[in-house]
């Protein structure tokens, strides 16, 4: 099989050639990054400023210089080149082309990934304005600190599921409380109503 695409590759005009390796390469690293994106190891946000959400207004081109977005370039430059090739028959508007498409590919990547960060962070929650708040015991809760139960309280109208526990008594699931401290950034110290 590697002989065969060998074969292919080394037979094709040098123009088109080149832009198939683009394209090839391009598109192995494009899909390797997604897929350690998706299981969680990659971090979108050191290949783009979305702490501001404006788009490039702090940190100017350097959102365009990432690794992610040369690689979206390269893809969207190699596949086109490789799609009209035999449509345009002069080089430099290939070229011209390609380029154009690359940075489209760009502008598309940035625009989808800010969408889906604003989309994330319209469910995030800062979880000391959970002070004073009242929620519902969703699992009990052992009395005297022994240890953890759930309650779900409502941030910004989504509802979280998080840990808490209390100094008094047991307290047992669909009791109401109020939200006294919050532990180590993530637990909730709870009294009853």
């Not at 990432?66 to 002069?90: D, E, K, P, T």
């Amino acid at each position: 099989m590697i002989g065969t695409f060998l074969d292919w590759f080394c037979n094709l005009e040098p123009g088109i050639k080149i832009y198939w390796a683009i394209a090839i390469v391009s598109s192995i690293v494009f899909l390797i990054q997604t897929i350690v994106s998706l299981i969680g190891i990659g971090d979108f946000e050191t290949d783009l400023d979305v702490g501001g959400g404006d788009g490039m207004d702090s940190s100017g081109f350097s959102d365009l210089l990432s690794m992610r977005n040369a690689i979206n370039f390269l893809l969207g430059l190699g596949w086109s080149g490789v799609c009209f090739y035999n449509r345009i028959s002069n080089g430099f508007i290939l070229g011209l082309v390609s380029i154009i498409f690359g940075l489209a590919f760009v502008a598309i990547f940035i625009y989808v990934f800010k969408k889906m960060m604003k989309l994330e962070s319209n469910g995030a929650f800062d979880i000391n304005t959970a002070i004073g708040k009242t929620c519902d015991v969703y699992l009990r809760i052992p009395a005297n600190r022994a240890g953890t139960g759930k309650v779900q309280i409502s941030f910004n109208g989504s509802v979280q599921e998080l840990d808490a526990l209390t100094d008094g008594e047991m307290i047992p699931s669909g009791s109401k409380v109020t939200v006294v401290e919050i532990l180590n950034n993530k637990i909730l110290r709870v009294e009853k109503v």
